[in-house]
């Protein structure tokens, strides 16, 4: 990953947040690790923690943002959610896989925000 690469996912990141307090989301966490996972940040609305992956693309040569968030990329996203929720006694809150796709061409940055991008399966 490049440095330039790297800034833009924080700046995507940082205004992700925002974009979720905007629209009365209380965030919970920023970039929740554990081991080999990482949730970019745990959210929480009318009683239901959200666990949201950004994305962050200046174009989409190499495909729609949320299309990187495969199979293998959700399954450590839950398994961290798991974590999260434990750690912090989230006994039976009820919780939802968001993915905020954004978009940059350069000092502006636009949001698509897919709630229920992907939910747990056996």
């Known amino acids: 990953m490049t440095a330039r690469t790297k800034n833009l996912g924080n700046a995507g990141e940082i205004f992700a947040a ?3 307090e905007q629209l009365g989301y209380k965030i919970l966490e920023k970039n929740f690790r554990v081991r080999s ?3 970019d940040i ?3 609305i009318d009683g239901v923690i959200v666990f949201v992956e950004v994305k962050t ?3 989409t040569k190499h495909g729609l943002p949320a299309e990187a968030v495969n199979f293998r ?3 450590k996203i839950i398994q961290a959610a798991g974590v999260f929720l434990q750690d912090e006694k989230y006994f039976d809150a009820p919780c939802r896989f968001d993915v905020i796709e954004i978009y940059s061409n ?3 940055f636009s ?7 992907f939910e747990v399966t056996d």
Do not use: C, F, P, T
């Not at 949001?111 to 991008?117: D, F, K, S």
């Open 42 to 44: 745990v959210a929480e």
């Open 37 to 39: 996972a990482e949730i």
């Open 57 to 59: 693309r200046s174009d």
């Open 111 to 117: 949001a698509r925000h897919i709630e229920n991008a």
């Open 73 to 75: 990329k959700q399954q």
């Open 106 to 108: 350069g000092s502006q």
């Open 18 to 20: 925002n974009y979720l």
